[in-house]
Nanobody, 121 residues
């Protein structure tokens, strides 16, 4: 069984910072892309940032210059450093991973359960 567990969410004032972590555990052969999404009630889940297995990154326009994605391949863990947070960043943040559990099994997508980020004074 593969699990993704997010951590690091919380309440922060506007202009503050948080660092989210996403740890993938279980029987894992290789992790390809890891991505961060966020969702607010009544809206669709949106892609915030992604990082490939070779370190390539991409970001939503709304977070460019403020958020930074990274990963530790040895730990199968991804991070999202969020700086200069704004109230509109308030959402539940979800981790996503594209990975394979063996060298012969096809890749599958996995999701974490999410962590709440609230930006408010």
């Amino acid at each position: 069984q593969v699990q993704l567990v997010e951590s690091g969410g919380g309440l922060v004032q506007p202009g503050g910072s948080l660092r989210l972590s996403c740890a993938a555990s279980g029987s894992i052969f290789k992790v390809y892309a890891m991505e961060w999404y966020r969702q607010v009630p009544g809206k669709q889940r949106e892609l915030v940032a992604g990082i490939t297995d070779d370190g390539g990154t991409n970001y939503a326009d709304s977070v460019k210059g403020r958020f930074s994605a990274s990963r530790d391949g040895a730990k199968n863990t991804a991070y999202l450093q969020m700086d200069n947070l704004k109230p509109e960043d308030t959402a539940v943040y979800f981790c996503y991973a594209d990975l394979s559990t063996t060298s012969t099994m096809p890749r599958k997508n996995y999701w974490g359960r999410g962590t709440q980020v609230t930006v408010s004074s």
